[in-house]
């Protein structure tokens, strides 16, 4: 059976005066389910808190919009790190960790997360688990087992865990005081991929920034790799596969353009226009180029490996650069002067090719 590999757009699932919560649902993008990958977006309005909570799958944050605060308890820790955070910041999030975000700026904070659910409830989703608010997890216990943990009178317990009627995302009153982000606290915990140093830089082409284990060995733990790509005007993206077997997540941040997915037998399994906001996961092995409309595109991916590696079916680190003439001959069934003319063509750009004038 086939599998629709059409891009979506997240849809609101809750939301109040400090913001809103989106996700994409694997029933109407089915690749998630397929690839054990859940994807998600948090949005708060100026003093909007989403509250402590931890997850079943482990994920890579990536701030889209605005800048706020972050606050992480790693497992096992007796402090959270309390982090600034801002557009193009990247976080790994292994398992067990329990964040909070807050925005106290004008401009809505809006973060993505991209993760692997294959140890998650179910396959394709995040379940979040809240700490508090009126599903958190105190408000299952009874007030006897809340008050022997945490060694409160029972009235103290009721009024404790029943304060909040809120769940999942509060606003917080004007002047509220919250913690203040510790600079030190960042330090191997978030990576601006805007700012770091480019991995592939290509003339009117584009660039790539690669999230890995080198820059943020965090992501070993989460067991993604990431990158951040930006597409010149009217620049193409070579055809290419990810060699090791994993799967390619695209959130598109701005811009529009064209794709094309090939997969068995040669078959062109995906043609569309992608835009800001869409959603498109490539399964493991198939081919995948794109073509920018023409203002520039950007798109923010994981691949479902910490350390990832590609082929490239076009340009100067092609295969087709390291394959002998002869084999080239034989496998088109070309005369030697056509295989010349082939071979001579994208010896200067590498992934990225500028538009033709």
């Not at 290419?240 to 997969?263: K, L």
Request: glycine share 10%.
């Amino acid at each position: 059976m086939e599998i629709d590999l059409t891009p979506k757009l997240a849809k609101k699932l809750s939301g109040g005066d400090g913001g809103s919560y989106f996700s994409w649902s694997p029933a109407e993008l089915p690749m998630l389910r397929e690839g054990n990958i859940g994807a998600s977006k948090l949005a708060l309005e100026k003093n909007g808190l989403s509250l402590p909570s931890y997850s079943d799958s482990a994920k890579v944050a990536y701030v889209l919009q605005g800048s706020g605060t972050a606050g992480i308890v790693l497992p096992e820790a007796e402090k959270e790190k309390v982090i600034a955070i801002k557009k193009g910041d990247a976080i790994a999030l292994p398992f067990g960790v329990v964040t909070w975000w807050y925005n106290k700026d004008d401009t809505e904070l809006v973060v993505l997360f991209l993760g692997d659910t294959s140890k998650g409830h179910k396959a394709g989703e995040f379940t979040e688990f809240s700490l508090t608010g009126s599903n958190g997890i105190f408000t299952g216990f009874s007030t006897e087992f809340v008050g022997r943990a945490w060694d409160l009178e029972e009235d103290k317990v009721k009024a404790l865990v029943g304060s909040q009627k809120s769940s999942g995302i509060v606003k917080l009153s004007d002047g509220f005081s919250m913690p203040e982000p510790k600079e030190e606290d960042r330090k191997g915990m978030a990576l601006n991929c805007e700012e770091a140093p480019l991995d592939v830089d290509i003339k009117n082409g584009g660039r790539v920034v690669v999230l890995n284990t080198q820059n943020l060995p965090l992501v070993g733990e989460v067991g993604l790799g990431a990158d951040l790509v930006r597409l010149d005007g009217g620049a193409m993206c070579s055809p290419g596969f990810s060699c090791d077997s994993a799967f390619q997540v695209t959130y598109i941040i701005r811009g529009s353009g064209r794709v094309q997915v090939v997969g068995v037998d040669g078959k062109r399994v995906l043609e569309t226009r992608v835009k800001a906001g869409n959603l498109f996961i490539v399964p493991r092995f198939f081919v995948v180029s794109k073509i920018d409309d023409g203002e520039g595109m950007e798109w923010f991916s994981i691949i479902t490996t910490p350390n990832p590696i590609f082929t490239h079916l076009a340009g100067r680190t092609s295969v087709w650069k390291a394959l002998s003439p002869q084999v080239l001959e034989a496998s088109f069934n070309v005369s030697p002067e056509v295989e010349k003319h082939f071979r001579s063509k994208r010896t200067a750009d590498a992934i990225f090719f500028p538009p033709t004038n």
